[in-house]
């Protein structure tokens, strides 16, 4: 590989590279892909492996720190992460300004940026103490604030966490739990979620990551780089094509067209029409994530005792795409998002909802890279050049 800005200086070339398939804009030692074998590690260690004996938690840490927490470091990060889950009274108006229609991911953001504003005097991304309270505090609160925004969509009173629940069940809770009756753990839905977190806490330099590290290189603190990263997830071609599948699938089976004039539709590029949940700019062999969510889907639906037919759409889909030549020769499997919606509305969460827990999957991620980039002594600010194919010069005319 070469070092582009090196050669940029000596050469005074510019490489044009439209959505940077070609550039890497830093070193990482955070995630390792290969696109092609369909391989993901969280510093070293198969993401499988992770998915199937860690916890949300214990995997930010070792995203975060690099290695996995002995007991006690862990024991410690989960109680300080559960001494911080309260939002401020105050912050509670905000929510009371938006309308119950608004979208989720953008309550996702802008509440962050507004519970920036309680912790003025601890923001200096100079400061290790300040980076680590941060870091405390997001993990803690972007949940709360998730499952407010929920409840606010269904004029529901919003709960305080019960600290004695483990992450993901304080979660489970705040989102479906009441004020008029205890709520009961369902552990094969506290087990599924807790699994899908762990698959989406890093993708190296996805949009969204790469959007908090670039906005970070400013020098602006953890808060407002996160708030942009979860616009950037939003886009439907992101984070928000989990809920973009779901759409599709339920136009696919209330328009009756059946799955192979859709695929057909898909191939001939009618209005632009996408298989969504599938292809990736990295994985062009099956994404090892949807694998996993895969069985996650089936086991999900059949302890609920739940048949959906969107999963039977779903998996027709993805059949006839595997064997046919548009997809094969394109490369595209299905990514982590194609079977995640299914789960998602079995346990509950409307389809709204769904990429708002991609955020708060992502969130570990975003701060392992945001805290990476501060910390590298070649961080510059990123500021891509362009190509300028405007007008030469022109004289305002004379009137
Ligand atoms: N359905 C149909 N055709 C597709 C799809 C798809 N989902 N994805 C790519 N293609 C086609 C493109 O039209 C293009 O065809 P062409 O060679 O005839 O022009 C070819 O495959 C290459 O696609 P690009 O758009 O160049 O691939 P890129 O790497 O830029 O895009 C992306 C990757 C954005 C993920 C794309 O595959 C896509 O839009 N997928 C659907 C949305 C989606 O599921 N996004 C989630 C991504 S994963 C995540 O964020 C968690």
């Given amino acids: 590989s070469l070092d582009v800005s090196t050669l940029t200086k000596q050469t005074g070339l510019t490489a044009l590279d439209y959505g940077f398939v070609n550039t890497a804009a830093t070193k990482s030692r955070i995630t390792y892909i290969d696109g092609d074998q369909g391989i993901l590690r969280y510093r070293g260690y198969p993401i499988d492996q992770l998915a199937s004996n860690?916890?949300?938690?214990?995997?930010?840490?070792?995203?975060?720190?690099?290695?996995?927490?002995?007991?006690?470091?862990?024991?410690?990060?989960?109680?300080?992460?559960?001494?911080?889950?309260?939002?401020?009274?105050?912050?509670k108006h905000f929510f009371s300004a938006l309308p119950h229609t608004a979208h989720p991911m953008s309550?996702?953001?802008?509440?962050?940026?507004?519970?920036?504003?309680?912790?003025?005097?601890?923001?200096?991304?100079?400061?290790?103490?300040?980076?680590?309270?941060?870091?405390?505090?997001?993990?803690?609160?972007?949940?709360?604030?998730?499952?407010?925004?929920h409840k606010k969509s269904q004029g529901q009173a919003f709960l305080y966490p019960d600290n004695n629940l483990s992450f993901v069940d304080n979660f489970l809770r705040l989102n479906f739990g009441n004020m008029a009756e205890d709520y009961e753990v369902n552990p094969v839905l506290s087990k599924a979620l807790e699994r899908l977190l762990i698959l989406h806490e890093d993708h190296e330099q996805n949009a969204s990551t790469s959007t908090v590290r670039l906005v970070g290189s400013t020098g602006a603190n953890l808060y407002a780089s996160i708030s942009a990263g979860i616009n950037a997830l939003s886009g439907p071609l992101h984070g928000g094509a989990n809920e973009a599948v779901l759409e599709m699938l339920g136009q696919i089976q209330e328009s009756g067209e059946g799955v192979r004039r859709f695929v057909e539709r898909v191939?001939?590029?009618?209005?632009?029409?996408?298989?969504?949940?599938?292809?990736?700019?990295?994985?062009?062999?099956?994404?090892?994530?949807?694998?996993?969510?895969?069985?996650?889907?089936?086991?999900?639906?059949?302890?609920?005792?739940?048949?959906?037919?969107?999963?039977?759409?779903?998996?027709?889909?993805?059949?006839?795409?595997?064997?046919?030549?548009?997809?094969?020769?394109?490369?595209?499997?299905?990514?982590?998002?194609?079977?995640?919606?299914?789960?998602?509305?079995?346990?509950?969460?409307?389809?709204?909802?769904?990429?708002?827990?991609?955020?708060?999957?992502?969130?570990?991620?975003?701060?392992?890279?945001?805290?990476?980039?501060?910390?590298?002594?070649?961080?510059?600010?990123?500021?891509?050049?362009?190509?300028?194919?405007?007008?030469?010069?022109r004289q305002y005319p004379q009137r």
């Fill in 54 to 91: 860690s916890t949300y938690l214990e995997v930010a840490w070792l995203l975060i720190h690099g290695e996995l927490p002995t007991a006690d470091e862990l024991a410690d990060f989960d109680e300080r992460v559960r001494r911080h889950t309260l939002l401020h009274e105050d912050l």
């Fill in 107 to 149: 309550v996702l953001s802008s509440a962050l940026s507004a519970l920036s504003t309680y912790y003025e005097n601890g923001l200096d991304p100079k400061d290790p103490e300040h980076v680590e309270m941060t870091t405390i505090r997001l993990l803690a609160k972007l949940p709360v604030i998730a499952a407010y925004a």
């Fill in 267 to 393: 191939k001939n590029k009618e209005d632009g029409v996408k298989l969504m949940g599938f292809g990736h700019r990295v994985y062009k062999n099956y994404d090892p994530r949807a694998r996993i969510v895969k069985e996650s889907a089936n086991a999900v639906l059949d302890s609920l005792g739940i048949s959906d037919p969107l999963l039977d759409v779903a998996q027709e889909l993805e059949q006839i795409a595997l064997e046919d030549d548009y997809f094969k020769e394109r490369r595209l499997y299905p990514n982590v998002d194609f079977y995640t919606g299914v789960i998602y509305k079995a346990m509950g969460f409307p389809t709204r909802m769904f990429t708002v827990l991609f955020a708060i999957g992502r969130l570990p991620g975003w701060i392992a890279h945001w805290r990476e980039m501060s910390l590298d002594p070649q961080t510059k600010i990123g500021r891509p050049q362009q190509l300028y194919i405007g007008e030469g010069e």
